[in-house]
């Protein structure tokens, strides 16, 4: 079942830096994909559009059905409801506890008091921080940090995770853990994982299908382990 | 349900961030303090003004000097030729025996010159009020030209600069509350936005996660209209006190008896309603206009 297409996509910047040119792909419902390039390569643009931050030049992207290019600013809402999003800068509130940064998502969406507690719970061990809920951001270290902003984004059991480099500021071992946690969430909860990365030894060990975009280009798309990262070093 | 949770949730959460910003909201709270008092001394002042004005204008008339011996019949159409005016407003014939016992109440010294003289030496008058005060003097000078007319008088030189200064003055104090206002709006708006700046990366936060526009925006409204309302605590007991004050002081009225202020009570709660009116709205225009910005990602 497609889950998300992009149909000859491309996208032009205001100041003419073309991102992305005639990108089509699909993703399927339950898969993992990794989006791999250099800096610069329009893998950003790429994972950008499927929350709408960016929206294609030319060309359609659907997401769960809607087509992320023709949402008004702001009706952005309906789409981010049905994704979760993990940042590489993890994006959490430095004023609210761990609890409150993940029940924050679904208060937002205005849901019951007695209905977040739970999930926010349920998220929280899944994530293995169930022990922490009353630490600040502040207080925690980079991994645990990362796994809060990973509960917030499964807490309203999403269909996509988008994860933006969440591992580009940790340590490997920590890399590790949080990689095992994202599996997991795959596994487990059937939810479709697209993550951008340009860590060869997560790409390698993981196996999974891989997207290469190279100067805007969707220069490959390795099926589920068939891609070795060393021929691009 | 659900829209009462949001609005319900909003409340909560701008009444902790006016307390969790404190430094912040107290900036924008002193902000809008100190310029609704200016407001608040703008609004009083132009409704006095305003109120004098209308006073002084109520109370100046023309008044018709008739010939001795003029006849009814001609007094009537004397009267009909003043009505037709189209600067008239109101004429009331004012005999002279009424002229008689005005004056007789008015000063001892006429009550004795007066009933010494066996014949009423006074004329029968006509009180003319006039629409527009600018026209008085043309109204005044065609009743002049009527046959069996003796003279007219009307508002001295005096007053009638002091009308025009006043109109003047209150003209001037309207556009004053006026540009007051708008730069309350624009002073107090730049101070939201710089509380609101610094929770820039919430409502980025907010958006990505999901919540609408309106869930996002009804925290920061409130919270506007919070730091409006406290701010516009202090210029109102500054008008309420200081008004009273100065209104028992000046015995009511500032130098003559001619410019008579607005009594305290009511007036005072008004001009205080038009104050939390203007913070409240202005406080929440500041930090709509503030939010808009962030809600573009």
């Known amino acids: 079942m497609k889950l998300i297409e992009f149909k000859n996509v491309s996208k032009v910047y205001k100041n003419g830096v073309t991102a992305l040119a005639d990108v089509s792909v699909t993703i399927n419902k339950g898969e993992f994909v990794f989006v791999i390039g250099l800096t610069a390569s329009g893998k950003s643009t790429f994972i950008k559009m499927l929350y709408r931050e960016e929206k294609p030049t030319k060309g359609n992207v659907f997401v769960g059905g809607l087509n992320v290019g023709k949402i008004r600013n702001g009706k952005v809402y309906k789409l981010r409801r049905k994704i979760g999003i993990v940042f590489q800068d993890f994006k959490l509130l430095p004023k609210l506890t761990v609890y409150e940064n993940v029940a924050f998502a679904l208060e937002c969406v205005g849901m019951k008091e007695k209905d977040i507690r739970p999930k926010v719970m349920n998220a929280l061990e899944r994530v293995g921080l169930k022990s922490k809920i009353r630490s600040f951001p502040g207080e925690l270290s980079g991994g645990e940090q990362q796994r809060v902003c990973i509960a917030r984004a499964i807490v309203n059991e999403p269909k996509i995770l988008i994860c933006d480099e969440p591992t580009g500021n940790l340590d490997p071992e920590t890399s590790e853990e949080i990689m095992k946690v994202i599996n997991n969430i795959n596994k487990d909860l059937g939810t479709t994982i697209i993550m951008a990365t340009h860590d060869k030894d997560i790409v390698n060990r993981m196996q999974k299908r891989v997207l290469l975009i190279e100067q805007g280009v969707l220069a490959g798309d390795y099926a589920k382990g068939s891609y070795k990262a060393h021929e691009a070093d | ?297």
């Open chain 2, 1 to 297: 349900m659900k829209p009462i949770r949001i609005i319900i949730r909003s409340f909560r959460d701008a009444f902790k961030s006016v307390v969790r910003n404190f430094s912040l909201s107290f900036a924008s709270i002193m902000c809008t303090t100190i310029t609704l008092i200016l407001v608040a001394v703008a609004i009083v002042s132009a409704a006095n003004i305003s109120n004098a004005t209308k006073l002084i204008e109520d109370e100046l008339s023309i008044i018709v000097y008739l010939e001795k011996e003029t006849s009814e019949e001609k007094i009537e159409n004397i009267k009909t030729d003043i009505e037709s005016q189209s600067n008239v407003e109101k004429i009331v014939y004012k005999s002279k025996d009424e002229w008689k016992h005005e004056l007789e109440d008015y000063d001892d010294t006429f009550d004795t010159v007066l009933n010494y003289l066996e014949d009423n030496p006074l004329l029968e008058t006509f009180v003319v009020k006039t629409k527009e005060l600018n026209k008085m003097e043309d109204t005044a000078n065609y009743i002049k030209s009527i046959s069996g007319v003796k003279t007219v008088k009307y508002g001295e030189g005096s007053i009638d600069t002091l009308v025009t200064v006043f109109d003047i003055v209150q003209k001037v104090v309207v556009i004053v509350v006026i540009a007051l206002i708008l730069v309350t709006a624009f002073l107090i708006s730049n101070t939201i936005k710089l509380t609101i700046f610094s929770r820039k990366s919430e409502i980025e936060i907010m958006r990505l996660v999901g919540g609408s526009n309106i869930a996002i925006r009804l925290p920061f409204l409130i919270e506007g209209f919070i730091i409006g309302i406290i701010g516009s605590i202090i210029p109102i007991c500054v008008t309420i006190y200081g008004y009273v004050i100065l209104y028992s002081q000046l015995n009511g009225r500032l130098f003559t008896n001619l410019i008579m202020l607005i009594k305290p009570y009511n007036f005072v709660f008004q001009v205080s309603g038009v104050l939390v009116i203007i913070g409240g709205l202005v406080g929440m225009y500041g930090s709509l206009k503030a939010v808009r910005k962030y809600l573009k990602i």
